[in-house]
């Protein structure tokens, strides 16, 4: 038997301490999804004003990216004008972003660049709604459809995006 005096005893019972304390940080900061949008957030940023949206990502550790004003933005093809604002995690997550395509009298368009997990987690959040799934060149595209919104989960082969938008008012706009 070995034995051991009281000195490295206590020594021994702080390295292991700290290994301990540090393996279980490092497993919470894995776990971690406090940098991922939740289902009612996007869909509350779809209709809210861009001071509000700033405010919010503000405080959520979201930084401002870039901003650019009455921008041409092509959607199946046709121009509709908006101002575009992105942020990015301030969190360091690779991947992470958010662009609101904002116009005046408008319902704003929410597009969330996003990783795996929370892409998951956030498709499971809409599962109870009925879904529409279409599969193009490199492109798995997931829809659902609440209250008058449009939800479109957007798998790439290196990239995930959910586009949140008023689908009856962005016809109308294409048809102008």
Do not use: H
Request: with cysteine.
């Amino acid at each position: 038997m070995i034995e051991i005096d009281s000195q490295r005893k206590k020594v021994l019972k702080n390295l292991i301490s700290s290994c301990l304390f540090a393996l279980i940080t490092l497993s919470v900061k894995a776990q971690d999804n406090s940098g991922c949008l939740t289902k009612r957030q996007l869909k509350k940023m779809q209709s809210s004003s861009l001071s509000d949206i700033q405010s919010f990502l503000k405080g959520e550790d979201w930084s401002l990216d870039r901003a650019s004003t009455n921008k041409s933005f092509s959607y199946f093809d046709d121009l509709i004008n908006y101002d575009v604002v992105s942020w990015k995690n301030s969190r360091n997550y690779y991947g992470v972003g958010l662009t609101l395509y904002n116009a005046s009298g408008k319902p704003n368009i929410v597009v969330y660049q996003t990783n795996s997990d929370c892409f998951n987690k956030l498709m499971t959040a809409f599962k109870s709604t009925k879904s529409k799934t279409s599969v193009s060149e490199g492109l798995l595209l997931t829809t659902f459809v609440e209250s008058g919104l449009t939800i479109e989960f957007r798998e790439y082969s290196n990239d995930n995006y959910i586009y949140v938008y008023n689908s009856s008012a962005l016809a109308r706009e294409l048809k102008n």
